[in-house]
């Protein structure tokens, strides 16, 4: 049993194992993978913060909810069908290990603050997405005139709900 990694191109990397070729893509969003014998596409995630503080009171509030997790928030599955005044984002990566496999899974914290600074957090890779795509047309929060409103629903996925939103105004 040997392994041999070979480069196919600059984004491409092949893993010769038992002589079986899994080859794996990666661009700046994702990487594509082989497990067992099926192909996968894997997010990449960026940190992003367009939160500005200044003051000790500021920052202790914003170190108690990045030090948190979905709980140090208002989950966002527990506002579907509510409307949400969105005037600042923040988004953290993180890793785990999955205790069954063994594999490294990547995931996202994506924290939406009213004007009252009561956020709203998700691990929703969707959420994530969107926002993203939200700031990509409208620009990031700090050019904003006013806050942003998105309406929280979900849909059926494969493994369960899927949390999402749509900028309504």
Do not use: C
């Not at 041999?4 to 594509?32: D, F, G, I, P």
């Not at 309406?151 to 749509?166: E, L």
């Amino acid at each position: 049993m040997t392994n041999e990694n070979k480069t196919v191109n600059e984004n491409e990397v092949a893993q010769v194992e038992n002589n079986e070729v899994q080859v794996v893509r990666q661009t700046e969003q994702y990487e594509v993978v082989k497990e067992n014998g099926k192909f996968k596409r894997k997010a990449k995630f960026d940190d992003y913060s367009s939160l500005k503080f200044e003051t000790k009171e500021d920052k202790l509030w914003l170190l108690e909810l990045m030090e948190g997790d979905e709980e140090s928030g208002n989950g966002l599955k527990s506002h579907v069908g509510q409307q949400i005044q969105v005037k600042d984002v923040m988004t953290r990566k993180y890793d785990r290990i999955n205790e069954e496999t063994g594999e490294t899974e990547y995931g996202v914290l994506t924290y939406l603050i009213t004007p009252d600074k009561v956020a709203y957090v998700t691990s929703s890779k969707t959420v994530y997405f969107s926002i993203n795509r939200i700031m990509e047309f409208f620009g990031e929060p700090t050019t904003w005139d006013k806050p942003i409103t998105v309406k929280v629903g979900k849909q059926k996925g494969q493994n369960g709900d899927i949390i999402k939103i749509k900028m309504i105004g």
